[in-house]
């Protein structure tokens, strides 16, 4: 396979899989809805933070030792069911009724830590199904010729372009109807839906077998 023909086989394939809603799309539209834009920006970096995090472990065989390796891919996957279960029950059973823009408070101090960033970052980098996802299917778009490593690590950062691309379109287009997403009901509804989404992932993801 020539550099030509991977790049632009990989990126159809990765702009197919980036497109096909699943907990990513759930979160970056959700944070966009009710916390704004800006929060749901971190969020989105968060994510492709992971898939950075992701690449750089299957280029160096961490994602093979987590293929191989039934304990690994249990422990990690068991995490993250439970990271995301309690992300979902914190939604469901405490859902926001109303937005705060202004009173930012440990925020202001910190801005990364308890930020959308570290859920972003979180969801993606405890999901084993990702590293098991990037094992398999990156070293298929290695071209000839090439090191193994850093062109998977590039195939990663290419995937996480993508992945920013697409959300920051989605946030873009939740703008025009901003002021209906930020009303109480509408905030308390997204919560709660969120939080059920999150909780079929956990369930989802805590059932995986590889």
Request: hydrophobic share 50%.
């Amino acid at each position: 396979m020539t550099l030509t023909e991977s790049l632009i086989s990989y990126a159809f394939a990765a702009g197919i899989l980036t497109l096909t809603p699943g907990l990513d799309t759930a979160l970056v539209l959700r944070t966009a809805a009710s916390e704004g834009s800006k929060k749901a920006v971190l969020a989105a970096l968060g994510i492709s933070t992971g898939c950075l995090v992701w690449g750089a472990a299957v280029a160096l065989g961490l994602g093979a030792l987590l293929a191989a390796s039934e304990l690994a891919f249990t422990v990690l996957k068991w995490v993250g069911a439970a990271y995301l279960c309690w992300l979902g029950v914190q939604m469901l059973l405490k859902p926001r009724e109303s937005m705060s823009f202004s009173a930012q408070g440990k925020a202001k101090k910190n801005p990364l830590f308890g930020s959308w960033f570290i859920k972003g970052l979180f969801g993606n980098v405890l999901n084993p199904k990702v590293g098991v996802f990037y094992v398999s299917f990156l070293p298929q778009f290695v071209a000839t010729g090439y090191s193994v490593p850093p062109y998977i690590f590039g195939l990663a950062a290419m995937h996480a372009v993508i992945g920013t691309l697409w959300s920051l379109t989605m946030i873009a287009a939740t703008r025009p109807l901003s002021r209906w997403l930020q009303r109480p009901r509408v905030v308390k509804t997204l919560d709660r839906l969120t939080g059920t989404v999150f909780i079929a992932f956990a369930v989802r993801l805590a059932t995986t077998k590889r």
